[in-house]
Each structure stands twice: as structure tokens, then as C-alpha cells.
């Protein structure tokens, strides 16, 4: 290992290896250091890919059970589990290797160890000194465990889950936010008897409500029971399995084979002795960076999950792009606040912007108008349920501020709005906008169209 560095990138997550590529792409000589032995971090390893892998099989599993409604019955599926394991575990080595690829192609050194900081300008990596120029910190985050619960293998967190060690008959899952609405669509589909616990008064909280219930009421055909205003307030671990005590909404016990915690994530930044550095870590283990990237010390960065919330893989590279561009000199800023959300359940529930409410608890002038998919001629055709597209807008000047898609493919067909909203787009530049037919991304124009009155969809 060499021991001097001009830029140094802790962590090689989608933040980390994007900003150490790009640093590299502007002439710097670049240093990535991340304990795992593969590049990519939570996303590529054991999050985002691994999981939409197995999300991907269960949506076949489903389109396949729903033909029967068009005449066309496969019989039941034999799920070879270790095949299925191995092919998510390609897919995942396919991916991370690509990575490796490109760090050695622009020359970007790749450390392994653990690294944590020993001065101003220095780290140690298990043991021995490196001195940096620049730092940046994209040491991303880790699942929450709740206090209190009993060491237990059949306890698991999302990385356990997507290891795919067996299917339970029974599973329940602490947490309805996206790791657990996801898991739910995993399992399910794979034959679990799934039951969903969550606090809040809705799944997918922060979401809109109308476009969750739609989801709710998906994941209950799907045979999955869901708890919403519910607490767990003990877990018990027997010889035959867990059982979790429940107040609020749902009071009474619910026993499981297998229990997924999800209750979110907790940032890292408490676990690379920053203090030695001169940085301040937040109590949630945050680091604070401004839209730069700039930690209070000039010469270190912070990017990713590492800075708080949204903890998404796609602003962690937006943010690692804007860290190494200020590093090298050229002038960047995160210019949006605009960071998308994507579900990737059955059906996708996707949003950007503003919430209806949202926009009412801050006062903002907005209106929502909306398409539902039961009448979309793609839709029905592609055999998908029940449906809509949302999108909020500014009452007077009919700019959009927001959108909201459930249904098959939200998280694809989200884009025009995100991108409607970056570019300052009407309701009429969508309406007037030719989209071809018949496509799902219609929808989109339809609930424009709706809003002007133009509409003859409905
Ligand atoms: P991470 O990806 O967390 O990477 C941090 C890296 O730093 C790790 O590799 C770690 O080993 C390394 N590290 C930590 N400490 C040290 C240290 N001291 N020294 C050296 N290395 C260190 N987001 C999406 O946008 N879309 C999705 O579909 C999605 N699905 C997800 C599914 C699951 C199950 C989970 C858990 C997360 C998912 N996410 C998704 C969130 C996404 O994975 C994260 O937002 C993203 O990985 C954050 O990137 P990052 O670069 O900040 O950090
Ligand atoms: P989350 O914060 O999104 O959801 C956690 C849920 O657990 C919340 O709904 C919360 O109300 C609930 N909760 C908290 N304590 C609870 C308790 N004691 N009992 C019952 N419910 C409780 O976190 P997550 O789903 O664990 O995901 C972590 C992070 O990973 C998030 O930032 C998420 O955006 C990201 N992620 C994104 C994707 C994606 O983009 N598709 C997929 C997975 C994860």
C-alpha cells in the first residue's frame, strides 16, 4: 500500500465509486478504500441489485399465476432455491466486477481494510498510516436493530433476507417502508405467509395516500396481512419459533418462523473516529455537508447515506459527481432538492416532488389531478390492476411540483416527471406533448389532460 494520496474516497458505494471515478476522469490521483473486498457497497452487494434480482422472479411468479385468467395455466412452479440464489449472486459478482474493471482501466488505487481517520490528513487502515490531500467520506449506512430483541439467527436484517437462506413458512416484518414492502413482494411470491407491521398509520409512509392504499390493497390480494399503527413491543424466541406482542391498531401476538427487522437505517459516520479528523458527528451518526459536498473542513467531503436522508443510491452518485468535481477545482453545486423514490413492489409505487400533503402542510399553492389505470388501454392489455398517476401543480401558472405513480413500471415512467418538474414544465407542455399509444406513459399526459379540461380518455 502506498502511503500518501492525493484524494482519498472512504467507502465504495455508489457515492464513493462514482466520485473516485470522476475525480479520476478530472486528473487526480485517486485512492478508494472500502472494507469489502468488491466494489459497489450496500447497493450493488447487498441492496438495490440483489433485491430487484429476486424481485424480478417474483413478478414472474406472479404474471405467470395471473395468466391462468387469460387461458393459459403453467402449473405450479418448482422454485430450485439455490439455483435462484446463484443466479442473484451472478448478477451481483457480473455487476461488481464491471466495477472492478473500470477502476483499473482509470487507474483509481483500490485498498481493502477498514479505514478510520488519525489526523487532519491522515488515516489508519488496519494498522498502517496513509496521508491525504483531500478525503472524501461515503461510508454509507447500516440497518437499525431494535433494543431489546433476543439474538437470534432466525431474526433477520435486509442483508440476511436477500441472502435467501430459506423460505419460511411463516414471516413477519418489523418496518412497512420500501425494505420492508419489498421483502414482503419477495417472500410472498415465494410462498411465505407474509405479515407486515408498521408503525405509522400508513405503509410507505410519506407517500401519497391514495396511491398507497392502492399498493395496501395490492398486497392484501397478494395474500400478505399488513398492520399499520402498530407497535411491537416485545419479541420472544422458542424452539418452534419467534413471536412478536403488538399494541395499537393490531393487539395480539403474531408468531413467525422467520422475523425481518426494517425500520430503517443508521448512518456510519460515529464509526471512523471523524473527531480525530476535527469533524462533528450528529447523534443519527450523520456527517453535515453542504451542497457541495463540503464537510466544515475544506478539504473533506462527506456523500451518501453517510449525510442523512434520502438514503438512495442515485443521490449518493449525484452527490459523489458534485464532491469530486469542487475537489478538482471546477466549480458544481447539487442544484435540486428533486430526488425520486421508487418502490419496486407489485404493483411500483414511485414519487417525486410534492405530496398533496405535503404541499398542504407548507402552505403551497397546489392542486393534484389524477389518471387512474383502470382506464389505460396498455394497462388492461398488459394485464395489470388497479392503478393511477398523480401530479400536483401550481394552481396559476400550472407549473408541476410533484407526481406520484402506482402501477406496473412506475419507477420507469417517474422520469418524465421528474424530469417536467427540473425543466419547469406545465401541465400543457405534457398534455401537448405526443405520447405514443397505447403506452403506459400516456397516463402521464392524461392526468395533464384532465387538469385542462382537454381530456377524452374519460
Ligand atoms: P454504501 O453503499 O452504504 O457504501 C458504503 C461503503 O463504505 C460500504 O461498502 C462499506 O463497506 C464501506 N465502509 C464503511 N465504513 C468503512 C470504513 N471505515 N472503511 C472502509 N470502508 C468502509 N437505493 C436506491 O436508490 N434504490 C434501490 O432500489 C435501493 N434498494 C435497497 C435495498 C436494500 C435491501 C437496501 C439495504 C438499500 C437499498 N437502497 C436502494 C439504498 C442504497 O443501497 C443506499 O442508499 C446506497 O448504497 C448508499 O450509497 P453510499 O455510497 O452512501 O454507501
Ligand atoms: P424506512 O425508514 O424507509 O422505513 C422504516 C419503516 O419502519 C418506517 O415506515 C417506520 O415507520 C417503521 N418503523 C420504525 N420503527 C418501527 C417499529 N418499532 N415497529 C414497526 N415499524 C417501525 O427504512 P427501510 O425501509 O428500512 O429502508 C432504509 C433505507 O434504505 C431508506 O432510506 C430507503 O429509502 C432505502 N431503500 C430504498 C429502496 C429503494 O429505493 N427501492 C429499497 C430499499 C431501501
Given at each position: ?370 389518471f387512474p389505470w383502470a382506464a389505460s388501454g396498455r394497462n388492461l392489455a398488459s394485464g395489470g390492476?388497479?392503478g393511477?398517476t ?17 402501477g406496473r413500471n412506475?419507477?420507469e415512467l ?19 406533448t405526443v405520447h405514443a399509444h397505447p403506452t403506459l406513459s400516456e397516463t402521464v399526459a392524461f392526468a395533464?389532460e ?5 381530456l377524452t380518455d374519460l
Amino acid at each position: 500500500m502506498r502511503d500518501k494520496t492525493d484524494l482519498l474516497v472512504i467507502g465504495a458505494g455508489p457515492g464513493g465509486y462514482a466520485c473516485a471515478f470522476r475525480a479520476a476522469d478530472l486528473g487526480r490521483d485517486v485512492t478508494v478504500v472500502d472494507a469489502r473486498e468488491t466494489l459497489g457497497g450496500v447497493c450493488l452487494n447487498e441492496g438495490c441489485i440483489p433485491s430487484k434480482a429476486l424481485l424480478h422472479a417474483a413478478e414472474t411468479l406472479r404474471d405467470a399465476a395471473h395468466m391462468g385468467a387469460w387461458g393459459i395455466t403453467f402449473g405450479a412452479p418448482k422454485i430450485d432455491l439455490d439455483a435462484l440464489r446463484a443466479r442473484k449472486n451472478d448478477i451481483v459478482s457480473q455487476l461488481t466486477g464491471g466495477l472492478g474493471g473500470i477502476a483499473k482501466r482509470r487507474k483509481v488505487r483500490r485498498v481493502q481494510g477498514t479505514a478510520r481517520f488519525s489526523g487532519a490528513n491522515t488515516v489508519e487502515i488496519d494498522g498502517t498510516e496513509m496521508r491525504f490531500d483531500q478525503a472524501v467520506i461515503a461510508v454509507g449506512s447500516a440497518p437499525i436493530r431494535l433494543a431489546g430483541w433476543p439474538e437470534d439467527a432466525r431474526i433477520w436484517d435486509s442483508t440476511a433476507a436477500l441472502e435467501l437462506r430459506e423460505v419460511p413458512d411463516t414471516l413477519a416484518i418489523v418496518g412497512g417502508g420500501i425494505i420492508g414492502l419489498e421483502m414482503a413482494t419477495i417472500y410472498s411470491a415465494l410462498g411465505s405467509q407474509v405479515t407486515v407491521v408498521e408503525l405509522a398509520g400508513q405503509i410507505a409512509p410519506g407517500a401519497d395516500a391514495q396511491a398507497v392504499a392502492i399498493l395496501h390493497a395490492a398486497l392484501t390480494a397478494q395474500g400478505v396481512t399488513v398492520h399499520t399503527a402498530t407497535r411491537v413491543d416485545a419479541v420472544a424466541a422458542t424452539a418452534s419459533g419467534l413471536t412478536l406482542t403488538c399494541s395499537g391498531h393490531f393487539k395480539g401476538r403474531i408468531t413467525a418462523d422467520a422475523v425481518i427487522q426494517s425500520v430503517g437505517r443508521r448512518a456510519n459516520g460515529d464509526r471512523i473516529n471523524a473527531q480525530a479528523a476535527g469533524l462533528t458527528v450528529t447523534d443519527r451518526g450523520t456527517i453535515e455537508a453542504d451542497a457541495t459536498g463540503r464537510t466544515r473542513l475544506p478539504h473533506i467531503f462527506a456523500i451518501g447515506d453517510v449525510t442523512g436522508n434520502p438514503m438512495l443510491a442515485h443521490r449518493a452518485t449525484h452527490q459523489g459527481h458534485i464532491a469530486a468535481e469542487v475537489a478538482t477545482g471546477h466549480t458544481a453545486a447539487l442544484g435540486t432538492t428533486l430526488v425520486p423514490s421508487v418502490a419496486y413492489t407489485s404493483p411500483e409505487l414511485a414519487w417525486v416532488g410534492l405530496t398533496e400533503a405535503q404541499a398542504k402542510a407548507d402552505g403551497h399553492p397546489a392542486k393534484a389531478t389524477s389518471f387512474p389505470w383502470a382506464a389505460s388501454g396498455r394497462n388492461l392489455a398488459s394485464g395489470g390492476g388497479d392503478g393511477m398517476t398523480k401530479l400536483i401543480y401550481h394552481p396559476q401558472t400550472h407549473r408541476l411540483l410533484g407526481g406520484t405513480i402506482v402501477g406496473r413500471n412506475a419507477g420507469e415512467l417517474l422520469a418524465e416527471i421528474t424530469l417536467a418538474i427540473e425543466m419547469g414544465a406545465t401541465l400543457d407542455d405534457i398534455g401537448l406533448t405526443v405520447h405514443a399509444h397505447p403506452t403506459l406513459s400516456e397516463t402521464v399526459a392524461f392526468a395533464a389532460e384532465k387538469a385542462l379540461g382537454t381530456l377524452t380518455d374519460l
